[in-house]
């Protein structure tokens, strides 16, 4: 059955400190992974990762995918209070309902100031 | 552009009563996905459209739930009648298809059945 887990469940920090987000997968001809922040509602769009080792960047958001172990991760550095909300992580895969994204649980961050 | 829109943002119902949700994706996007997000957990596919063809409705509770997207654009979401178990964000999304997977998301409606 495809999967995709999110670590930590939640996280709290303070103003300027940096967090990491994982994200493993299981999934069928795999295609693509994906980070959503979720604020209040609707999930907006972060990266979309297909290759292994190429690191995505926007501002202090980054993000990386490894394709042999099956995980990724999203780096916030310098975060800020604006940076707290639900990160979710997605998989899609290839053809009829594999082509669907699976989502994780995601994980929720706090940033203190 | 405009974004992904959806109609009610919230709406509260007595268990047993119809409700319904709208959704206008974004201009040119053919792939329309209706989700459901319940407290603390991800998104869950209900039903995906290809224009105004229905490809992937396994999830969607049939005895209940009802959707349609007849002229390929916008869509609604029914359920009749509502259950306690329905209460839950509806998301509606939508992405250009064609091979480009990026889903693109409404504010959601949260619904109460009480």
């Known amino acids: 059955e495809d999967k995709v887990v999110q670590s930590p469940l939640s996280l709290v920090v303070h103003e300027g400190d940096t967090v990491t987000l994982n994200c493993s997968y299981e999934v069928t001809n795999f295609r693509s992974l994906l980070w959503y922040k979720q604020e209040k509602k609707a999930p907006t769009f972060l990266f979309m990762l297909?290759?292994?080792?190429i690191e995505k960047k926007s501002g202090r958001l980054s993000s990386i995918l490894d394709k042999k172990e099956l995980f990724s991760i999203l780096n916030i550095t310098a975060t800020q209070t604006g940076d707290s909300a639900i990160y979710l992580c997605a998989v899609g895969g290839y053809g009829g309902s594999q082509g669907n994204l699976i989502f994780g649980k995601g994980t929720k961050l706090s940033v203190k100031p | 552009e405009a974004g992904v829109v959806q109609s009610p943002r919230y709406k509260i119902i007595e268990k047993k009563q119809p409700v319904a949700f709208w959704c206008n994706p974004i201009s040119g996007h053919n792939t329309l996905y209706w989700y459901r997000q319940n407290l603390g957990q991800g998104p869950e596919l209900l039903i995906r459209?290809?224009?105004?063809?229905?490809?992937?409705d396994s999830q969607l509770p049939k005895d209940r739930f009802s959707a349609e997207r007849l002229k390929g654009v916008d869509s609604t979401l029914k359920i009749q009648p509502a259950e306690l178990g329905d209460s839950a964000v509806y998301l509606c999304?939508?992405?250009?298809?064609?091979?480009?997977?990026?889903?693109?998301f409404g504010p959601g409606t949260r619904l109460t059945v009480t």
């Open positions: 459209y290809e224009n105004e063809e229905a490809v992937d």
């Open positions: 999304a939508s992405s250009l298809g064609r091979g480009r997977i990026e889903e693109y």
């Open positions: 297909t290759s292994s080792g």
